[in-house]
């Protein structure tokens, strides 16, 4: 006899099947999940998390975390978070884990308390996650936006950043160091404010004309001066617009080059000039006239004083018949065939701007001189006379010395300047730009190709392949025209290819035998205009881009156009600093040249020559026979002294009221004045006094001539006629 019983099983069942779907979905799920009891002891693991780890299951369940991951791993990372876990607290944290099989991984962990029925903890539940791609895809993102702030920071450039509204107003975003140190504005400062509230009215108004300038525009150079606190400074600045993805320009960048020392410069020349343009009229160079049988007809003082001779060694005299002793600018002599008056005469042509080392006899010493011989003709063309004028050059050609000592540094300076400049280099930035990209999306190849409008046609430029055995595609032009993924590139839009089996334009179909899989295209835009692509390839590509990654490309893409920009900038200002360096060294040349003329006059005088200030007569200036004569240690005992306080007797009202006559009504005054010396000697001088503006500014020119021999000789026959008498 047989007893049954039937039960009702079928909860049970769906249960088991309920349990059953739950482990398939545990198992299937790319997060790595396991459950560890309060003893640190694994009870379950799914199927990703055995895969992880490396070992078989039954390694795993059963054993201990420290088995899995080691003692110093587990006691230092893992135990503290799980016993936080295994009181109550979800815990939530990011580690590098070393696994047998596999590279150092980065994996995001969470911790959950595991609960029985009752509400008491019985172990924890572990999710773990493999973030090592996005963590090594932020570490070279962090990379290269250190390397760009290091260049932000680093730079001797000003750089400004100007954010543009919607309504069409213009606020500072930030500076670089740089900026802040030249005009004293800090970050803090200037962001978030407009251009009135930090520059005054005059100049704010300007800059925000010419931010609008650029926004209509387009990128733009030009020269500019702005008052930051109490300086006023020049900058060449560059506005370079940035666009965001609707194509409104949002932001501008500024680049700023100070020129404020060129332009003082340029300044100080110009006032030098007008300063010595009036005073060399009151002075004159060496001049001296010949026949046409080289007979000396006329000397002036000033050349008496260059050629170190007297008027009566010269007058009448061949030129040809003296030794000069000269020589050219080797070194070598000057024979009597090559002085620049003979030439003249042979010639019948003008002689300019000769240097002869020229002997001076009276003095023994030899100065540089630069000579001019113009030869002056009859109606028949015949030689009458030659007039040639030198001044004394010898402190210019000490400065060029100097100045060729310089240029030699300068080319060692510049050669560094060099290297480190490399980086502004387009075909640097282009290999750079492929190479990197193409490594950071893992692409096959990537390309960067510039539009030529005027052709229309897109040249590829630079080319990376990923596999150095595989030569670069046969498509180095793509037409333009019939091609509706360059329209689409013109428009800013970035296109995405996922298979070009899919492409139905011929142009397209032509390029895609050759460069087979997904395509992810950038255009590239500089100064607001498409300038060209840079394109990439994936063979295999198993799923489509994410918006993440078309995103990061576009952002790449600005970079590579912000790189294009500062190389062209780069370009530009070094023109711009080569044209204002060659207008300073022509006007240095000219000042120089002007400078020389006039020190060798004011210098080498004979008599004491002072300028002073017209209101307190005080002294600005004087010369070194003023020295001498005054008996002072050198020219800054001289400089400031009242000038009236060096005579014997004051200056008597009236005759300062004549003096003032004198020179309002003649132009000029002059007296016999007794003074003393700083010695405390005292000696008699001619004084002659006379008006003269400097750079806008009244002036006095003042001569004093020792007469004291005179004087003493004069008083000497006077005490001979009484005794006479």
């Given at each position: ?8 099983i079928?909860?049970?069942k769906q249960?088991?099947?309920a ?15 396991a ?9 379950m ?14 390694a ?11 003692e110093?791993v587990?006691?230092?990372i893992i ?9 109550g ?13 596999l ?6 962990v969470?911790?959950?308390p595991y609960?029985e ?23 070279i993102?962090?990379?290269k ?10 730079t001797e450039e ?9 309504n069409?107003?213009?606020?500072f975003?930030?500076?670089n ?10 970050n803090?400062?200037l962001?978030g ?6 520059l ?9 004309q ?18 930051f606190?109490a ?12 666009r965001d993805?609707?194509d409104?320009?949002y ?23 007008e ?5 060399v ?9 010949v ?8 000397v ?23 030794d ?7 070194g ?10 003979n030439?003249a ?18 003095y023994?010493?030899r100065?540089?001189?630069l000579?001019n011989?113009?030869p ?6 015949n ?8 001044s ?5 050609k ?5 100045l060729?000592?310089?240029a030699?540094q ?8 060099q ?9 640097t ?9 193409a490594q950071?999306f ?5 390309t ?5 409008p ?7 430029i630079?080319?990376?392949i990923?596999d150095?055995t ?38 397209n ?16 835009e ?7 692509c840079?394109?990439s390839q ?18 790449f ?11 062209n900038?780069?370009h530009?200002?070094?023109?711009l600093?080569?044209q204002?360096?060659?207008r300073?060294?022509?006007?240095t040349a ?7 003329l ?17 209101i307190s007569s005080?002294?600005l200036?004087?010369?070194?026979r ?5 008996e002072a240690?050198?020219?800054e ?21 004549e003096?003032?006559?004198s ?5 000029s005054?002059?007296?016999?004045i007794?003074?003393?010396?700083f ?27 020792d007469?004291?021999?005179r004087?003493?000789?004069?008083l000497?026959?006077?005490?001979q ?5």
């Amino acid at each position: 006899r047989m007893v049954g019983t039937v039960a009702d099983i079928e909860a049970r069942k769906q249960i088991e099947a309920a349990l059953c779907q739950y482990e398939r979905v545990v198992s299937s799920t790319s997060d790595g999940i396991a459950l560890v009891d309060r003893h640190y002891t694994y009870q379950m693991v799914n199927q990703t998390y055995v895969e992880r780890a490396g070992k078989p299951h039954k390694a795993i369940v059963g054993h201990t975390i420290a088995d899995l991951h080691g003692e110093e791993v587990f006691s230092t990372i893992i135990k503290p978070r799980l016993d936080r876990c295994l009181a109550g607290e979800i815990i939530r944290y990011e580690e590098w884990f070393s696994y047998p099989h596999l590279e150092l991984q980065f994996i995001g962990v969470t911790y959950s308390p595991y609960l029985e029925r009752d509400g008491s903890i019985a172990g924890v539940v572990v999710n773990t996650r493999n973030l090592t791609e996005l963590k090594q895809v932020e570490l070279i993102l962090q990379e290269k936006e250190a390397f760009l702030r290091s260049i932000y920071e680093g730079t001797e450039e000003s750089i400004f950043v100007v954010d543009v509204l919607k309504n069409g107003d213009f606020r500072f975003a930030g500076l670089n160091p740089t900026h802040a140190r030249l005009t004293g504005i800090t970050n803090e400062a200037l962001q978030g404010k407009t251009p009135e509230e930090v520059l005054p009215p005059e100049d704010a108004a300007q800059v925000r004309q010419n931010y609008q300038h650029c926004v209509e525009t387009g990128s733009m150079t030009y020269i500019e001066k702005i008052r930051f606190g109490a300086q006023d400074l020049w900058w060449i600045t560059n506005l370079q617009p940035l666009r965001d993805e609707y194509d409104r320009i949002y932001r501008l960048i500024g680049t700023s080059t100070n020129i404020t020392e060129l332009k003082q410069t340029e300044t100080a020349l110009r006032d030098s000039e007008e300063r010595l343009r009036s005073l060399v009229q009151d002075v004159a160079v060496g001049i001296i006239i010949v026949s046409s049988d080289t007979e000396i007809l006329m000397v002036n003082q000033m050349a008496e004083e260059l050629l170190g001779r007297s008027c009566h060694e010269l007058l009448g005299k061949k030129s040809t018949a003296l030794d000069w002793d000269d020589i050219h600018e080797d070194g070598s002599p000057l024979s009597n065939e090559q002085c620049p008056i003979n030439q003249a005469i042979v010639t019948r042509q003008p002689i300019r701007n000769q240097v002869i080392g020229m002997y001076r006899p009276a003095y023994t010493d030899r100065i540089w001189a630069l000579i001019n011989a113009v030869p002056q003709l009859d109606a028949e063309g015949n030689v009458r006379s030659v007039i040639s004028s030198f001044s004394d050059i010898t402190a210019l050609k000490a400065a060029e010395s100097a100045l060729h000592q310089q240029a030699i540094q300068a080319q060692a300076f510049n050669r560094v300047v060099q290297t480190i400049r490399n980086s502004l280099d387009l075909s640097t930035i282009f290999s750079t730009a492929t190479r990197e990209f193409a490594q950071l999306f893992e692409f096959d190849s990537t390309t960067i190709s510039q539009y030529q409008p005027e052709r229309q046609v897109w040249i590829r430029i630079q080319d990376y392949i990923a596999d150095s055995t595989t030569a670069s595609p046969p498509v180095p032009e793509i037409p333009d025209q019939d091609n509706p993924i360059a329209q689409r590139l013109k428009q800013g839009e970035i296109v995405v290819i996922d298979d070009v089996q899919t492409l139905d334009d011929p142009i397209n179909q032509s390029v895609a035998q050759h460069i087979p899989g997904a395509w992810l295209i950038v255009p590239v835009e500089v100064d607001g205009k498409i300038w060209g692509c840079l394109g990439s390839q994936k063979i295999c590509q198993t799923q489509p881009f994410t918006h993440d990654e078309i995103q990061l490309a576009r952002r790449f893409t600005d970079q590579l156009a912000i790189a294009i920009q500062q190389a062209n900038l780069y370009h530009q200002v070094h023109q711009l600093n080569q044209q204002l360096e060659q207008r300073v060294l022509e006007r240095t040349a000219a000042f120089r040249q002007s400078r020389d003329l006039f020190e060798a006059v004011f210098q080498e005088s004979a008599d004491a020559i002072f300028l002073v200030e017209t209101i307190s007569s005080r002294i600005l200036d004087c010369n070194q026979r003023a020295v001498e004569l005054f008996e002072a240690d050198d020219k800054e005992e001289l400089i400031g002294v009242v000038g009236y306080m060096l005579r014997n007797e004051p200056f008597a009202a009236e005759a300062g009221a004549e003096a003032q006559n004198s020179i309002q009504t003649q132009g000029s005054w002059s007296q016999e004045i007794e003074y003393t010396t700083f010695g405390g000697q005292s000696f008699w001088g001619n004084l002659a006094s006379k008006r003269i503006q400097v750079a806008e500014q009244q002036m006095a020119l003042v001569r004093i001539t020792d007469i004291s021999h005179r004087k003493q000789t004069e008083l000497y026959l006077q005490r001979q006629a009484e005794a006479d008498h």
